[in-house]
């Protein structure tokens, strides 16, 4: 496992430019993952500049990454800047892939995850208190009435999350990664993990007492 | 307190996870469902945390990525021009023999380009200077545009 060369958990900034390192295919095939990686081979076509192989990876990830950062974020707008963004980065970083660290998918969703922190923050600079930008404006027109009240608050509340937690309850609750694939996409240790997801459950818990019998009266 | 599970452990696995066993730790999901059907504080803890998971189930899934977000997705495609241009070049031998080999071309060319061109020149400044000595004309070259222009000028001066 060490000579996998540069480890994916220590490489939070890959190098720009895909034509640095020549023999990286050969390498990711060379080293066997100690996971299945639905990406891998498609990783490998990319790497020689294979864009079918790309849309693959592009087909395979784009819905999961919308949708994560699309929570992350509030805004669909931004969610596909985000998206589009990765993507590009996906695309130069695909050639220097060095498998046996993480899945691909994992590695996309920790840039994303970069990405979204980013732009929350840079809010943050602009406006201290404005947690509207954290809630979408526009909630699907088959929901109810109140049904939309309750979602807007539970997004209020979710943007009211420091952002590891909020990406940790996003990780674990809506995309269904296991504690493993979560922990790896934060950089950190599942105990840490449990941690994060718990103070971030706790101040949702929190946030939410006032909807608990509306949410109880409409989910039994 | 069954063998496998404590209360403590059991209560960290669903304050972090929630209620749905599916989100809870593979390596312990057996254990943690055995312990909750058989521990009356775990049906507490599994309530609480069950509402919690309603509410955050409240939020509605954002939309699949559509069409366009897709195709701007993906990488621009390499220009045909510009592999034409690298096939060339590969075929001359690349940078370092094509250069010398397009500056010798070059001198070359102009060479032989300047010396026809200076003959055919001489040779029709020749006839026309005799053209113009026979026909008493000033002229005693081929003018070029702005030359014309003048000489059009200066005849259409009274």
Same mark, same amino acid.
């Given at each position: 496992m060490a000579n996998y060369a540069i480890g994916f958990a220590v490489c939070t900034e890959w190098p720009e430019g895909r034509s640095t390192v020549?023999? +990286?295919?050969?390498?990711?095939?060379?080293?066997?993952?100690?996971?299945?990686?639905?990406?891998?081979?498609?990783?490998?076509?990319?790497?020689?500049?294979? $864009?079918? &192989?790309? !849309?693959?990876?592009v087909g395979r990830n784009i819905d999961a990454?919308?949708?994560?950062?699309?929570?992350?974020?509030g805004s669909r707008a931004e969610a596909e800047d985000v998206v589009q963004d990765v993507f590009l980065r996906a695309w130069k970083q695909t050639a220097n892939w060095r498998s046996g660290e993480a899945r691909f998918s994992t590695w996309l969703h920790r840039v994303a995850m970069s990405r979204c922190i980013d732009r929350v923050r840079g809010r943050r600079e602009t406006s201290l208190d404005d947690m509207s930008l954290l809630v979408s404006s526009d909630p699907p027109p088959d929901h109810g009435l109140h049904q939309q009240s309750v979602a807007q608050r539970v997004q209020l509340a979710l943007a009211g999350?420091?952002?590891?937690?909020?990406? !940790?309850?996003?990780?674990?609750?809506?995309?269904?990664?296991?504690?493993?694939? +979560?922990? +790896?996409t934060l950089e950190i240790s599942v105990d840490a993990l449990e941690s994060l997801?718990?103070?971030? $459950? $706790?101040?949702?818990? &929190?946030?939410?007492?006032?909807? $608990?019998? +509306?949410l109880i009266g409409d989910l039994t | 307190m069954s063998a496998l599970m404590s209360l403590e452990r059991f209560a960290v696995i669903v304050d972090a996870y929630g209620a749905d066993p599916r989100r809870w730790p593979a390596a312990e999901r057996d254990a943690a469902q055995a312990f909750a059907a058989a521990d009356a504080q775990?049906?507490?803890?599994?309530? /609480?945390?069950?509402?919690?998971?309603?509410?955050?189930?409240?939020? @509605?899934? @954002? /939309? @699949?990525?559509?069409?366009?977000?897709?195709r701007a997705a993906m990488p621009l495609p390499v220009t045909a021009r510009s592999s034409r241009w690298q096939e060339l070049l590969a075929l001359l031998g690349g940078?370092?023999?094509?250069?010398?080999?397009?500056?010798?071309?070059?001198?070359?060319?102009?060479?032989?380009?300047?010396?026809?061109?200076?003959?055919?020149? =001489?040779?029709?400044?020749? =006839?026309r200077t005799e053209t113009a000595s026979a026909s008493g004309s000033n002229t005693l070259a081929a003018p070029g545009f702005a030359e014309s222009l003048m000489l059009d000028l200066e005849s259409s001066t009274p």
């Open positions: 020549q023999s +990286a295919p050969m390498m990711a095939l060379l080293s066997p993952p100690a996971f299945d990686d639905a990406d891998l081979a498609d990783v490998v076509l990319a790497g020689a500049g294979d $864009r079918l &192989a790309f !849309a693959r990876i990454l919308i949708r994560f950062a699309e929570r992350m974020l999350l420091a952002e590891r937690q909020r990406a !940790a309850v996003i990780l674990c609750h809506y995309e269904e990664m296991t504690n493993i694939e +979560a922990a +790896a997801l718990a103070r971030g $459950r $706790r101040a949702l818990r &929190a946030a939410l007492l006032p909807e $608990r019998q +509306a | 775990a049906a507490v803890l599994l309530a /609480e945390a069950l509402a919690l998971d309603a509410g955050l189930d409240a939020l @509605p899934i @954002p /939309e @699949p990525a559509s069409a366009a977000l897709r940078w370092r023999l094509a250069l010398p080999a397009m500056a010798v071309s070059l001198i070359v060319g102009i060479n032989v380009g300047s010396r026809a061109n200076l003959g055919s020149w =001489t040779a029709d400044a020749a =006839t």
